[in-house]
């Protein structure tokens, strides 16, 4: 099966565990996966991630976080520039995400950051999602 949008398919995944109230969910792993993963748990939206590798596939085991209500910490995922619909933005542009309580994620001369990271280093790049 080949995945024309992969970090599409890691924003579903995350997003339909956390609906379904999964404690982990499994995403096959990447380098720029790893880094937005990364970015999540940095930004408190996911309690862990671990790399494992299960005979030749490598896997990225994502933990979800949640509230004392038992909902996800992870209201909303929104995949913003896609293969078919590059979405760039210049330093001046980087965009807020609901009002500055959601994160932006995007794709930079500096690796993959948040806005407020794009902002406070003075780089645009390509929006990658949003997450809320």
Not at 21 to 33: D, I, M, Q
């Amino acid at each position: 099966m080949s995945m024309s949008d992969p970090i599409s398919d890691l924003l579903t995944r995350i997003r339909n565990g956390g609906q379904a109230g999964h404690h982990n969910v499994l995403v096959p792993h990447s380098r720029v996966k790893e880094s937005i993963v990364s970015l999540l748990k940095a930004e408190g939206f996911l309690d862990g991630f671990e790399v494992r590798a299960e005979g030749p596939r490598t896997w990225i085991d994502v933990r979800l976080r949640y509230g004392r209500d038992n909902k996800a910490i992870i209201r909303g995922l929104e995949r913003v520039s896609r293969p078919s619909r590059r979405i760039y933005v210049r330093r001046d542009e980087v965009p807020f995400v609901r009002n500055g309580l959601g994160l932006a994620i995007l794709t930079t001369p500096q690796g993959i950051i948040s806005d407020r990271d794009a902002r406070r280093l003075g780089v645009g790049g390509e929006v990658l999602c949003y997450v809320w």
